[in-house]
Each structure stands twice: as structure tokens, then as C-alpha cells.
């Protein structure tokens, strides 16, 4: 379905191309004729960010007498946030109709404007309901002539205490009155309002009942509880280009949590209920402008908070009420777009994830912890990306340029990319090469991993697993060491890593795999004292084939020891 067949006014539709929203969203082809149809009661189960405000907005907009001066429709949404976001986007699709009045009614700012434009007459109010409440006390409001009343975040408005409010104002408004709730779950205290309320709604699912955006991804890594921090901040150095919300407990933990970010260079701030109402809007002015790029925030803070564009959702801590994940999540994989919602789970958590998994009828998918080696790769890779789309500035560094040329003379374009790699690589290897694996459980077996893996693509990459581990002193960049001098081309892009005691398992692209085993086969390396032996995972242990040949060859002997080893290699 278009817009163009759905019965909107050249005006309306004249907004929507302006907003450049080109085909219906499926709770807009869903609500919209319903709502156009006649004045039946409408529920409709849908999740955030599905384009539920043009849903009703449009054809609310449509249906306005213009004679009228009082309000003719009420939206009541759970905060400030929501309730400006949902006012400015009424005002962006009547952009081309004629005197629309809308007005945005809200609690934490002076009530005297808004008393005073209610007073020169509006055709819609937007308002929470606490501020609309209080209004309507003072009897500065008139109802009488309400067609349309818009639940919209029910679920939110009843977890936030709005329910005495929201009795108060629906019991305000004509019987006559269409009501339509939007809601992204439907627990009791909503269908009781419903059954309240409404008259025999037609009841619409955009989704599956409860079930979280289709586009949102979920994933959780097992860190143990004193890894936490250094784990969030992995993930937050493994995606360069985050843009998101970390979700806390506590207002506390969230303070925390948000302090140490600052401290340790990241742009975050955080947001919960201790914070001033300028407080709060300072930090959301600046999450939007991108100063900073994670808001550290606790459910309640984040209720209603409606920007597009998230790319990660982190559960630092499980909420304590499993239902608020879905909200939480809800925010990324907007209008259309992919987001990631990752939890960091301890090893008692397992159950919380499966409740979870049952509600939202979703699977989550174990991820690793990203490795030191990961991390630099991946901000290599962003370096690399920046460096292709930086336009140099002019003057700034043309008076050196002829010297740099100079110096670099007779080297060529991959010599140069590959030296350049190099030096970036090492020096982000100093940081972050000796870093210890945060993982507290080995992964699932591959196929059900996400994480770096998906991003190299796990299909183009082979696993190999080699018969060195953490009780020979194996690290990340001792493993690319020994690679290196196994490849001649020292070009292999060596992928997740996970080392255990005894041996270690890694990928690398599956075109170089078998060269590299065979490299290990023909040139003999030790380290550590033994030979290094590299097979396919899952094809025999390289350890213990290693000690199996070992005791043929010795008569059941043990390792060789490193003085021994040292002199073999010198025959
Ligand atoms: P909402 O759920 O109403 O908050 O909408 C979420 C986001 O989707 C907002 O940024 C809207 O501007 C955008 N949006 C809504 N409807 C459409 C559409 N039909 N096409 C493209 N974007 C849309």
C-alpha cells in the first residue's frame, strides 16, 4: 500500500513527501484505514520506533474540524521527551495545512505558557498525563468537544504511576470520543484500562505479541562480575562508530559507570532521576549532536527517550523487572534500521537470558568478549576508513608535503599502506596485546557465535588450533609472531583468538589456512620448548598428537626441556 491510496489530503500528503517518507511503515498501512475508516476504539500492540506517531497523527490530523477552537484530540504519552518529539512531528505533517494549532503539555517547565496558549484556543494536545492532570484541576482545559484520545505508550505511562492520571483525564473526556492505545507490551493494568475505557476495540498486532523489533540483534557475553567495566569498554573500543544507550540498575551504578567513561576518555554522561530537568536536557542536547556518544542511563531515565539512529543497546547490568528489556532494546533497530542489543551477563545470569529469550521470542546469541587482537584490527580497519573519506584540508601541511615525498621515495602505494598498518597495529598492540581474555565461559560451539566473527564473516574463515596455550605464556601477539615468521608475506589477517590452557584456537582467512598448516609442517618452530604443531579445529588435538608422537619417539619421554630444545636447533 502508498500513502497515495489511503484517502489522505493533498496537505498531509504533501508533509509526508517533505519528510521524504516514501512507503507506509506496516503499522501505519495497519492503523491508518482503520483509524480513517470510522470512529471504532483501536488497540494496537506495537513496538517503538515503528512509526506509530504518523499512524495516528495523520489521520487524526485529517479528521480536524476547523470550526472548532477547542481541542479536538488528547495524545498522552509517558515523558517530556516523547511528548515535544510527538508535538514537533504532528507540526512536520501539517506543515502544509492551514493554522493547525498543536500544543505539547508537560510537567518540569513553568506552567504559565502553557496555560496561556491553551487560552488562545488549539486543535491538538499533546501532554503528559501528571501536567495534563493539573490542568485539568484548575479547569484550564475544555474537553467537551474531544473526538480522538491517543493512549500512546500505555504500558509506560502505567509503569511510570500515571494510572491515577490517566483515570482522572480519560473520565474528562466525552464517551463519544474515539479512543486508540498503543503499547509495546500488554500487561494486566493496560487491559484493564482497555476494558475500562474502550468499546469494543479492534485489537491490531504489528509483530509478534511482545516480541522485540525484527531488526534488533541480541547478544550476551559471560564476563565474571569484576570484569564488567574492562568488558563494556572493549565492546565500546571494538565498535569505533557506537552510538548508543548503556543501561544500569542503579541511578548510582549509573553515575559510576558514567564517571569512570569520562575518566577514561570515552564522551558519555549519564542520565537518571537525580539530575535537574536542565540537567537532563543538557545531556540529550548533546547526545543528539553526537558530543557524546553513550548516554549511561537507568530504565526510568530512558523511558520515552526517542532518538533514531542507535546503534548499540548495552545491558551492563539486567534490568531487575525482565520486562523493561524490551524497552530498553526497543530503542535501537529503528525506522528501519539494524541495531545490536548486548548483555554482560555473570555466570549465574544464564536463567535471566532464557526468560528473556521466552518473552521476546527471540534467540540471543553467546558473543565473545573481544580480544586485544580484535580490537586493533577493528580500529584499524575504522583508521582506514577515516583516512579513505578524510578530505585534506588545503595549507596545512603542504609546506612539509615535498619533504615527506622525499623521505618516502621509491617505496610504493602497498609498501606504504602496509608499513603504515604496521607501525598503527604495534602501537595499539602495546596497549592492548597483553590484555588478559575477559571471557568467563568459552563460547558455544561455532554457529551460534556472533562478534567478530560476523563481521570478517565466520563462513570466510577457517578455525585452526595450535598446541600452545596459557601455561606456555601464549598471547595474542606471540601467536601473530609466530605466524609471521611462518608466512613469508606477514599478510595473514588472524581473526578471533581464544586461548585456553593447553592450546589455542584461531581463526584465519580459509583461502590461507591450509598454507599455513603446511607452512608449520616444513619449517620446523619451537616455542616454549616444544614443537609447534597448527591443525584444523576438530581435527585431531595437535597437543596430544604432538605428545603421542613424542613418547614413539622417545620411549613414552616428556617434553623436551628449552636447554635441549635450543641445541637441537643448533644441529
Ligand atoms: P515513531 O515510531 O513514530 O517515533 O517513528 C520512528 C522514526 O521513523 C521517526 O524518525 C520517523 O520520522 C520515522 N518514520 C516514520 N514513518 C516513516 C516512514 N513511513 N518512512 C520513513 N521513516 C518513517
Known amino acids: 500500500m502508498k500513502f497515495t491510496d489511503m484517502g489522505l489530503s ?6 509526508i513527501a517533505r519528510l521524504k517518507f516514501e512507503q507506509p511503515t506496516p503499522v501505519q498501512a495497519t492503523v491508518i484505514p482503520a483509524i480513517l475508516k470510522d470512529q471504532r476504539d483501536l488497540v494496537a500492540l506495537a513496538q517503538t520506533g515503528t512509526g506509530k506517531t504518523a499512524a495516528f497523527g495523520l489521520p ?3 479528521m480536524l474540524k476547523r470550526e472548532i477552537k477547542t481541542p479536538q484530540a488528547l495524545i498522552l504519552c509517558p515523558t517530556r521527551e516523547l511528548c515535544m518529539q510527538i508535538a514537533r512531528d504532528l507540526e512536520h505533517f501539517s506543515a502544509s495545512m492551514h493554522g493547525v494549532q498543536i500544543l505539547a503539555v ?6 504559565r505558557p502553557q496555560l496561556t496558549a491553551m487560552s488562545r484556543g488549539v486543535d491538538v494536545v499533546v501532554a503528559t498525563p501528571g501536567r495534563m492532570h493539573d490542568m485539568l484541576r484548575r479547569r484550564r482545559a475544555n474537553f467537551a468537544r474531544i473526538q480522538h484520545v491517543v493512549l500512546d505508550e500505555a504500558d509506560e505511562m502505567l509503569n511510570m504511576g500515571f494510572e491515577e492520571d490517566l483515570q482522572a483525564i480519560l473520565s474528562d473526556v466525552p464517551d463519544t470520543a474515539q479512543k486508540l492505545l498503543f503499547s509495546a507490551t500488554m500487561p494486566k493494568q493496560v487491559a484493564a484500562i482497555t476494558r475500562k ?3 469494543n476495540p479492534e485489537e491490531i498486532t504489528v509483530g509478534t505479541r511482545n516480541a522485540g523489533a525484527d531488526n534488533v540483534r541480541h547478544e550476551y557475553a559471560v564476563v565474571h562480575a569484576r570484569d564488567r567495566y574492562p568488558a563494556l569498554k572493549r565492546l565500546v573500543d571494538f565498535y569505533p562508530e557506537m552510538y548508543g544507550i548503556v543501561f544500569c540498575r542503579t541511578r548510582q551504578e549509573t553515575q559510576d559507570i558514567a564517571d569512570r567513561l569520562g575518566r577514561d576518555g570515552y564522551k558519555a554522561e549519564s542520565l537518571h532521576g537525580d539530575l535537574t530537568q536542565a540537567q537532563r536536557d543538557r545531556v540529550m542536547k548533546k547526545f543528539r549532536a553526537r558530543e557524546i ?3 549511561v542511563a537507568t530504565d526510568v531515565a530512558a523511558r520515552g527517550l526517542d532518538v533514531d539512529n542507535l546503534t548499540h543497546i548495552i545491558n551492563y547490568s539486567l534490568p531487575d523487572e525482565l520486562g523493561s528489556y524490551t524497552h530498553r532494546s526497543g530503542r535501537t533497530g529503528r525506522a528501519g534500521k539494524n541495531g545490536v542489543s548486548i548483555a554482560l551477563i555473570n555466570m549465574r545470569e544464564h536463567y535471566k537470558v532464557k526468560h528473556i529469550e521466552k518473552t521476546l521470542g527471540r534467540p540471543f546469541i553467546q558473543r ?3 580480544s586485544g587482537i580484535e580490537i586493533c584490527e577493528a580500529q584499524l580497519l575504522a583508521l582506514m576508513k577515516r583516512l579513505s573519506e578524510v578530505s585534506p584540508e588545503p595549507g596545512l601541511i603542504d609546506d612539509i608535503l615535498p619533504l615527506l615525498c622525499k623521505n618516502l621515495e621509491g617505496v610504493s602505494r602497498e609498501d606504504l599502506l602496509r608499513r603504515f598498518a604496521s607501525l598503527e597495529l604495534h602501537r595499539m598492540l602495546d596497549y592492548y596485546g597483553k590484555e588478559p581474555d575477559l571471557n568467563a565461559e568459552p563460547l558455544s560451539p561455532p554457529g551460534k557465535r556472533a562478534g567478530r566473527g560476523q563481521r570478517a564473516s565466520d563462513s570466510d574463515m577457517a578455525e585452526l588450533v595450535i598446541n600452545l596455550g596459557k601455561r606456555n605464556g601464549l598471547s595474542p ?6 605466524v609471521n615468521a611462518v608466512d613469508r608475506s606477514s599478510n595473514i589477517a588472524v581473526g578471533r583468538i581464544n586461548i585456553t590452557q593447553m592450546q589455542t584456537y584461531f581463526n584465519v582467512p580459509s583461502a590461507a589456512a591450509q598454507g599455513l598448516i603446511d607452512g608449520f609442517a616444513q619449517k620446523p618452530t619451537e616455542f616454549d620448548g616444544r614443537d609447534v604443531r597448527v591443525a584444523r579445529a576438530g581435527q585431531g588435538d595437535p597437543a596430544k598428537r604432538d605428545q603421542k608422537r613424542a613418547a614413539r619417539r622417545k620411549g613414552g619421554a616428556q ?3 628449552p636447554e635441549r630444545s635450543k641445541q637441537r636447533r643448533r644441529t
Open 106 to 111: 508537560y510537567g518540569g517547565a513553568d506552567i
Open 10 to 15: 493533498p496537505e498531509l500528503l504533501d508533509g
Open 559 to 561: 617434553r623436551r626441556s
Open 477 to 482: 601477539k606471540k601467536l601473530m609472531g609466530l
Open 293 to 295: 556518544t553513550m548516554l
Open 197 to 199: 475505557y474502550m468499546k
Open 368 to 370: 565473545s568478549v573481544p
Open 60 to 62: 487524526i490530523l485529517q
